[in-house]
């Protein structure tokens, strides 16, 4: 069945660090991805998506490209801030169940100063 | 707009007690969803709704938990009897459900402690 395997965290940076948090799919048909964001003490909330190849997605300064030749959508970061520190989850979309998302078990990220 | 509204935020019981989760989704979106998150298992799905009626519960652990929404505005999620394996937080998130993908909102969560 379909699945998202992230990276395991928890992963540690300093202020300005370049990130990477990886993440991969095994699903049929074309689905779209996201990357979902959760900061201490709140739920999720969407912070990217992309929904067909070589699509692009950003926003706060974070970008993931839809790579379907490796099954990837990694999500990266140029400089990273202690308000990144937060756990990220990749998820997917099945083609033709465009309502349920397909979870990774996230990421934890910390960013010292 | 509110956002998504859980009630109760923490929730403490004994074990064999009944819980009731309340969930209030954005106005205007007919698709909800609700959500278990603990260290072991991460994020998982328990059940959603579509304009009111249970697409998929396939996630629902077993008989003690259920779910209804008895319109487009409320939602519960009741567990009988509820054990400390229980002790998650649970999510309600809603979304407008058209013919592309729409960004699912989640609530705050309530933390239950089932001792």
């Known amino acids: 069945g379909d699945s998202v395997t992230q990276m395991e965290g928890p992963v540690t940076l300093s202020e300005e660090a370049f990130l990477t948090i990886n993440c991969t799919y095994t699903?049929?048909?074309?689905?779209?991805l996201f990357w979902y964001v959760q900061y201490p003490g709140e739920g999720l909330q969407l912070l990217l998506k992309?929904?067909?190849a070589d699509d692009k997605g950003s926003n706060k300064g974070f970008e993931a490209t839809y790579r379907k030749e490796t099954t990837s959508f990694h999500l990266e970061k140029g400089s990273v801030q202690v308000s990144d520190s937060a756990v990220y989850f990749c998820?997917?979309?099945?083609?033709?169940?465009?309502?349920?998302?397909?979870w990774g078990l996230g990421t934890s990220l910390a960013v010292n100063p | 707009d509110a956002g998504v509204i859980q009630s109760p935020r923490h929730e403490v019981t004994e074990m064999g007690q009944e819980v009731t989760l309340r969930c209030k989704p954005i106005?205007?979106?007919?698709?909800l969803f609700w959500y278990r998150q603990t260290m072991m298992r991460g994020l998982e799905l328990l059940i959603y709704?579509?304009?009111?009626?249970?697409?998929?519960d396939s996630g629902m652990p077993e008989d003690r938990f259920s779910a209804k929404m008895p319109n487009a505005s409320f939602s519960t999620l009741k567990i009988q009897p509820s054990e400390p394996r229980d002790s998650a937080v649970y999510f309600c998130?809603?979304?407008?459900?058209?013919?592309?993908?729409?960004?699912?909102?989640f609530g705050p969560g309530t933390r239950l402690t089932v001792l």
């Open positions: 998130a809603s979304s407008f459900g058209g013919r592309d993908y729409n960004e699912q909102f």
């Open positions: 106005s205007g979106h007919n698709s």
């Open positions: 709704f579509n304009n009111n009626v249970p697409i998929d």
């Open positions: 699903a049929t048909g074309y689905p779209s």
């Open positions: 992309a929904t067909k």
């Open positions: 998820a997917l979309s099945r083609a033709g169940n465009n309502r349920k998302l397909i």
